[in-house]
């Protein structure tokens, strides 16, 4: 059953122009940090991956102001078929736990100009 759905987009020119490493170190991982620099054009990974953070705070239905930090939420990737996944830490994990979701699905994408993320959180079948 369906428990929450979230979705968030990202102008990349905008997330790339305010990113420096105070911020990337407060909004990622080092695994998230370690991929993103190995790319082409990080800044839009990056993007993608604070826009699946913020789409999982929504399917989640807590956000910032519950103590959910960007820090309790990792982009996974998957190196031999490339499917992203997250993963919860902490004050996430603890209300993944609460409000009974099973599993997190993510699907992110990104251009030159925009990154967007949708995130579906599922709980078991009634």
């Known amino acids: 059953m369906v428990l929450g759905i979230g979705i968030d987009t990202v102008d990349v020119a905008s997330f ?3 990113l420096d490493d105070r911020l990337t170190g ?3 991982l080092p695994d998230e940090i370690h991929y993103c ?3 082409a054009r ?3 990974n990056y993007a993608a991956r604070f826009a699946a953070k913020e789409a999982a705070f929504k399917a989640i239905g807590r956000g910032l102001s519950s103590g959910i930090r960007f ?5 996974t990737r998957n190196t031999e ?7 919860l830490y902490r004050k996430a994990l603890f209300f993944q736990n609460s409000l009974g979701i099973q599993k997190l699905h993510v699907s992110i994408s990104h251009t030159r100009s925009n990154a967007v993320a949708i995130v579906v959180a599922e709980s078991r079948p009634v």
């Not at 078929?81 to 993963?87: D, E, F, N, P, Q």
């Open 16 to 18: 790339r122009n305010r």
């Open 81 to 87: 078929t490339g499917a992203i996944s997250l993963v």
């Open 37 to 39: 620099r190995s790319q």
């Open 71 to 75: 820090l309790d939420v990792e982009v």
């Open 26 to 28: 407060e909004l990622f």
């Open 42 to 44: 990080p800044w839009e």
